[in-house]
């Protein structure tokens, strides 16, 4: 019997590391047969090919298309996914998140009439300013299954007409964390930084609608200062972001500014925080994986339990909710469900 052949299609850092889940649980599958094709939407090795190596992704294919306007980098990326999809006709094709690397593989993809999957479907900020908020409604209403990490995803969806295609699996990026808990080595980040367990917080930030606008990124910026009280605040810095801080001239004193860092060093950094401030929906989640509060630098977030369970509060909200578990995110098997359901669809 011919090996059903899956095509991820990644380009974005949270991608690298959502993949990373299902190339663990896939090589227990010798059925399928799965590759990767890297958009090259992120370049910087500290931002895509780090985590190839870290997280044993085997290589990509890369396309090397990035940069340029949204149109722009979205038109070249679809071209260059193209003759990839009509040479290797995957027998479906998978998409993570919400990135223009998403929205292009989704659409080049259904145009060649080939079986799309969309992991980390129906999240909604219900804010069309954003563009992720057009990319994950392009991506779920292209996809034939629709893999959702939380009961709120299913509702979207279900709301929106696609009820019949979606499946509840629970979050990849709690199974990675899992995973890193017991299998990878230790990270040395704090020893690095000179930075004492829960004597500092974490900052990032690196949407579009935070760094775009310099009013907007002084006022968060001032914001962890002060909410901080005092605490060191170590900030590993995106492209996007440092640029903006350049081109604005803000000040970033009493901020330790470093360049992105490796997942592991991530979730060390997390882990030893008083608090993580963010923009990012990964860190939104890693926070509370590692059982840290959040406060989300943004007016809404798609995340909602994080917020409803106490975890997480918007940087306009003054207070926590009451703290209890979050059971959406499943126990660290949403791949495995994940890769079952793709094997059965494709008997
Ligand atoms: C993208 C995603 C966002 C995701 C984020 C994760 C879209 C619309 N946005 O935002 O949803 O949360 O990735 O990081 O797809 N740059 C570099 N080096 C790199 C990558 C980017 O210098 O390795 C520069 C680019 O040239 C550009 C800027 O950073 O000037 C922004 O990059 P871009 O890929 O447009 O979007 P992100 O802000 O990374």
Redesign the pocket.
Known sequence: MRRKHLLSIIG???QFIKTAVLTRTLRGRTELEHTIVDTG????H???SIFVEELDIPPPIILGV??GA?AE?TGRMMIALDPVLADTKPDIVLVY??????VAGALTAAKQHLAVAHIEAGLRSFNRNM??EI?RIVADHLSDILFCPTQRAVANLTREGLGHQVLHVGDVMADLAKIASTQFTRSNILEKLHLQEKHYVTLTI???EN?DDKDRLVALIDYVRHDSNGLEVVMPI???TR?AIEKFGIKMEGVTVTPPVAYTDMGCLIKGSERVYTD??GLQKEAYFHEVSCVTLRDETEWVETIACGWNRLWTQPTYQTRRPIRDYGEGDAGIKIAATLAAHLE
């Not at 939407?41 to 910087?44: A, I």
């Not at 998140?97 to 998403?102: Q, W």
């Open positions: 974005g850092r949270p939407q992120h370049y910087d500290s931002m895509s990035h940069g949204h980098m998140g919400d990135t223009n690397s998403t563009p992720e990319n690196h949407r579009a760094t995106h492209p996007r640029d990012s929906g």
